[in-house]
Nanobody
Framework: VQLQASGGGLVQPGGSLRLSCVAS????????IAWFRQAPGKEREGVSCISSFGGTTNYADFVKGRFTISRDNAKNTVYLQLDKLNPEETAVYSC??????????????????WGQGTQVTVSS
């Protein structure tokens, strides 16, 4: 099982990035995928989750309509579009899988596989 996140980089405040999470080694359409992030010195927190066929999405309150999660099951890939980024969102963004999102989608112990993450740096 592998989850490989990519697409991070340096972006100015107010800018955008699109992250990708490419999966392999399991039946992709059987699993929900979530994005988490961990800023320096802070605990990892949930950003968004998408159900196995994309019909249900969940977002953290701090997203406030700025991020969009989507998936392409034909490509075994989940995307996270990040818009209107601010410097406080500098973090390593990682993806993880579980059977479904649901109300407990932020509970990290319920995810069975994690990717290594991609660095997002928001700075002028």
């Amino acid at each position: 099982v592998q989850l490989q996140a990519s697409g991070g980089g340096l972006v100015q405040p107010g800018g955008s990035l699109r992250l990708s999470c490419v999966a392999s080694g399991f039946t992709f359409e059987d699993y929900a995928i979530a994005w988490f992030r961990q800023a320096p010195g802070k605990e990892r927190e949930g950003v968004s989750c998408i159900s196995s066929f994309g019909g249900t999405t969940n977002y953290a309150d701090f997203v406030k309509g700025r991020f969009t999660i989507s998936r392409d099951n034909a490509k075994n890939t989940v995307y996270l579009q990040l818009d209107k980024l601010n410097p406080e969102e500098t973090a390593v963004y990682s993806c993880a899988k579980r059977r479904w999102c649901g109300g407990s989608w932020r509970r990290q112990e319920e995810y069975d596989s994690w990717g290594q993450g991609t660095q997002v740096t928001v700075s002028s």
